[in-house]
């Protein structure tokens, strides 16, 4: 029999060695959670947050009003995104487009690497968890400032986890979390949603026996600091009207695609699904209650997500760490060593074959990042063709745009102002109206011309107005399969 130093030595490694099992199984996740997302990068509202970051710095000024448009020409613009649209603007004259690329890559890995520090159970598990929430968070993951609120909602969360876990009560970090959230992007809100669902579990949770989080001086301090957070939040260039912008922004917004309800006859919206349908056999099944912060905020994000896809991101990261650690409480320990598996082989060779596919898997990431940021690829769903020809021929006038193309413009024709573009909570109701009136070829839309005193009309040939401008005395000056232009 070995001698007891002899067992505990092998305790040792076998310690080591299921340590070094855990970081290759966390390192492959996140690099397939980088590749999942190393995506072209084409959104139509990244377009102006690069055209914003570029007018930022010509200028040396943070940009408070509109000097884009001409239809809001000098209106005072809530920029909540300065700092995010500076650095991304930055990294793009740096990198070009594979810099992009690259950077929705590794915030995401960085994102679900913080959400796996909230997570419980096998490494496998937590793995697979990882890869699931991020396919579920991928119809919503674009080159936009909004990537780094999904990484501030995973910290914020994670540290309101360690806090009741034991962790030292540091609530102060949330007053500089939140005055430099308020100066990235706009969803500091949900940031807000989350400490309110937190504060209301952590209060029942007291009051009803139902778990034992933190004390209530501890919720009391928290509930303190959230308040002066949200007096944080007013530390930036726009003040208190920065608080209107996440409220605005739903009310203009309802004919934007990202806000309508999740089409669940796509199959891409399923895994978010799937992570409440686990979540509820978890419950069912588990031997240790979760906390009612935990539940309430899933019950609240998920309440979004149902509302609108833009919620949808957010909701993944949320619910993914709950579900893992639902879960993580309906198995035995020897399922959970059976998921951990065994060492067939020596160490070297493991290690050796670990490294390979590591570095296999992060080769591919940027590769893919690469191939999939060319020029071709990028502005394939806009219309260069379309912007080259107005710049060589520059016919003058009033030019109105596509809605999905006024940032694309803003960012490669800043001679022609726009009509309108992705700011929808700067032009507001009205004036979104007044474009849909014209691109519907409604009647209404013909005043709406001459109002404006528009000249030029730069469109998908699809929309209904098209058909109709020829017969309105309106000639086509140039055509292709993306765009059409017509001048009067």
Known sequence: MPSGPLLAAGRTRKTASHRDADRFVLT?????????????????????????????????????????????????????FWLADIGMY???????????????????????????????????????????????????????????????????DCLLRRWREGAPKRFWL??????????????????????????????????????????????????????????????????????????????VSLRI????????HRIDFHPMLWLLFLLTVGLARSRERPDL?????????????????????????????VVARVLAGTMSPALGERLRGRDALPLPVRRLINGALV?????????????????ARVERSYPAAAVAWLREH???????????WGGYLLWALPEYPVFADGRADLYGDELLSQWWQVVSGEEAGWDVLEQWGVRLILLEPDWPVVRELPARGWRELYQDEVAVIFGR
Do not use: C
């Open 90 to 156: 930055l990294l793009q004259r740096v990198g070009g487009f594979p810099a992009l690329s690259l950077a929705m890559a590794l915030l995401a890995a960085l994102t679900m690497a913080i959400v796996h520090r909230q997570m419980a159970g096998p490494s496998i598990l937590r793995a697979g968890f990882l890869v699931l929430a991020t396919v579920a968070a991928a119809p919503a993951w674009s080159p936009r400032p909004q990537l780094l609120s999904y990484l501030l909602l995973a910290l914020l």
């Open 28 to 80: 492959v996740a996140l690099l397939l959670v980088a590749l999942i997302t190393a995506r072209t990068p084409a959104d139509p509202d990244m377009w102006w947050h690069l055209a914003a970051g570029r007018e930022m710095l010509a200028r040396g000024e943070i940009l408070t009003r509109d000097v884009f448009s001409y239809t809001r020409s000098g209106a005072p613009w809530t920029n909540a």
């Open 394 to 404: 520059r016919p003058e006038g009033n030019l109105l745009n596509s809605y999905n």
């Open 174 to 251: 949330l007053v500089p979390l939140f005055a430099l959230w308020a100066n990235l992007h706009g969803g500091f809100i949900w940031g807000f949603l989350l400490l309110v669902a937190v504060l209301a579990g952590e209060t029942l949770d007291r009051l009803t026996g139902w778990g034992n989080g933190l004390a209530w001086r501890d919720i009391r301090n928290l509930a303190l600091f959230t308040a002066l957070s949200a007096l944080a939040v007013l530390l930036n260039p726009n003040g208190p009207a920065i608080w209107r912008l996440p409220f605005y922004t739903v009310s």
């Open 257 to 264: 695609q990202e806000w309508h309800s999740p089409d669940f």
């Open 293 to 321: 912060g935990s539940l309430f905020k899933v019950l609240g994000f998920a309440y979004m997500a149902f509302v609108s896809v833009r919620a949808v991101a957010v909701y993944a990261i949320v619910t993914a760490p």
């Open 359 to 375: 570095v296999a898997l992060a080769a591919a990431v940027l590769a893919r990042a690469l191939l999939l940021s060319s020029p």
